[in-house]
């Protein structure tokens, strides 16, 4: 089964603050992904990895970064937290299949509120 | 930008009633997939669809993925409480990098 964990469940920051939000899969995945889930809003795209040390933005890249120094650690950096960052982040990962996208796996989200 | 439309954003039934959800983008895509959330819970993948045309059943889920491949809709047959979530589609575009592009989601709410 695959599994993607990511380093909280609930975090609190201030305004301000430098975040680091970790995922972890555990099936040798090419494809890593960071998304933000507001409500009416679905998920959108913050940036994805096809392969270590490779990204590209996605639909809303400002205000983060991310970093992929290994296959299985996807991270997601907020450099400077702001309010309208409170948000609900989704991590996600699947194979690279040929063109075509894979299933994409879910971790179980971070809710993080910035004062 | 591309886009994928998903109506309605809510639907309230019965349980023991229908319940469908549609999807349709503005460009032709080439793979539909659809996912369905759990109050509380991520996104958990349902199938995917592919051809131009294509109809899938699981159990009482019925997928459809239309000619053109610009439109697709999820339907249940007699609503459960155990299919209570939100439910997306995501398109990939053809020809485009390996991200999807999301619906918006349908929530469905079984009434009390």
């Known amino acids: 089964d695959v599994k993607v964990t990511q380093s909280s469940r609930y975090l609190v920051k201030r305004t301000g603050e430098k975040v680091f939000l970790e995922c972890v899969q555990d099936?040798?995945?090419?494809?890593m992904f960071w998304y933000r889930q507001d409500p009416g809003l679905g998920l959108r795209l913050i940036y994805f990895s096809y392969d270590v040390k490779m990204k590209e933005k996605g639909d809303i890249p400002e205000g983060y970064s991310v970093s992929r120094e290994k296959k299985e650690r996807f991270s997601l950096i907020l450099e400077s937290a702001s309010t309208n960052q409170t948000s609900m982040y989704l991590c996600a990962s699947s194979l690279l299949a040929g063109g075509y996208t894979d299933t994409q796996y879910f971790g179980p989200g971070t809710r993080l509120t910035v004062l | 930008g591309q886009q994928v439309m998903q109506i309605p954003q809510y639907q309230h039934v019965q349980e023991g009633e229908d319940f469908t959800t549609y999807c349709n983008s503005s460009t032709t895509l080439s793979n539909i997939q659809w996912y369905k959330q759990r109050p509380g819970g991520h996104p958990v993948f349902l199938i995917q669809?592919?051809?131009s045309g294509e109809v899938k059943k699981q159990k009482r889920l019925t997928f459809q993925f239309g000619e053109a491949k610009k439109n697709s809709s999820l339907h249940i047959t007699a609503t459960q409480t155990t299919d209570v979530g939100t439910y997306f589609c995501?398109?990939?575009?053809?020809?485009?990098?390996?991200?999807?592009?999301w619906g918006a989601g349908t929530k469905l709410i079984i009434k009390p």
């Open positions: 995501a398109g990939q575009i053809r020809d485009s990098n390996y991200q999807l592009i």
């Open positions: 099936m040798d995945h090419e494809n």
């Open positions: 669809l592919v051809k």
